[in-house]
């Protein structure tokens, strides 16, 4: 059994504004020293919110990836896990965006951050809106008549689905969207090293 015991410091000064200061100065001085330029503080920024929207988007291709693979090899029975759409298989495509958006960020790889935006239009969200419109009946006759012939762990696969759409619609337009504004960051910083 490990006892932690607790032993507090006694100080008999505490640091505050009005402590010792370098000799020859007031503390007022600090306009010339260098700063972080603002674009590199929102590079790094945007870079972590990219990088946690990546995490995100590997979480639903590997589940979607999962529900694929269950259902092709008969792992359990379609009662449980239904029979994938058509709009899934395109959607694994979606690695590409994802591989590129990951390879540009340690080193600020414009190409393939460009590569990464354009792909994840093609790859992520070309197959997410075919899906929405393939599944759009189903979903008309599940919200009139009440019937579902598909099924993911008992719930209507076509309300499970669009609840994933729903959510990979939102995380790659933000993916793209902060893509844009760290791409533009990139050119503020080319540009700027260029007039030095």
Not at 105 to 110: S, T, V, W
């Amino acid at each position: 059994m490990i006892h932690l015991v607790y032993f507090p410091l006694k100080t008999t000064a505490m640091a505050s504004r009005a402590g010792p200061r370098a000799a020859g100065t007031d503390g007022s001085d600090f306009q010339h020293r260098e700063r972080v330029a603002s674009h590199y503080q929102m590079s790094v920024a945007l870079k972590s919110e990219i990088r946690k929207l990546n995490i995100v988007h590997a979480l639903i291709w590997v589940l979607m990836a999962a529900q694929v693979t269950v259902s092709q090899l008969s792992l359990v029975s379609h009662k449980v896990v239904a029979s994938p759409y058509q709009w899934e298989y395109p959607y694994f495509l979606s690695i590409i965006p994802l591989v590129f958006s990951f390879l540009a960020l340690p080193r600020n790889n414009i190409s393939y951050l460009v590569i990464s935006m354009i792909s994840a239009g093609l790859f992520c969200v070309a197959p997410l809106v075919y899906g929405s419109m393939e599944m759009f009946p189903v979903a008309q006759q599940l919200y009139r008549h009440g019937k579902a012939y598909r099924f993911i762990f008992g719930f209507p696969a076509v309300t499970v689905m669009y609840l994933v759409i729903v959510i990979a619609v939102q995380v790659h337009a933000w993916q793209i969207y902060y893509s844009k504004k760290l791409l533009d960051q990139w050119f503020t910083g080319t540009q700027e090293k260029k007039k030095k």
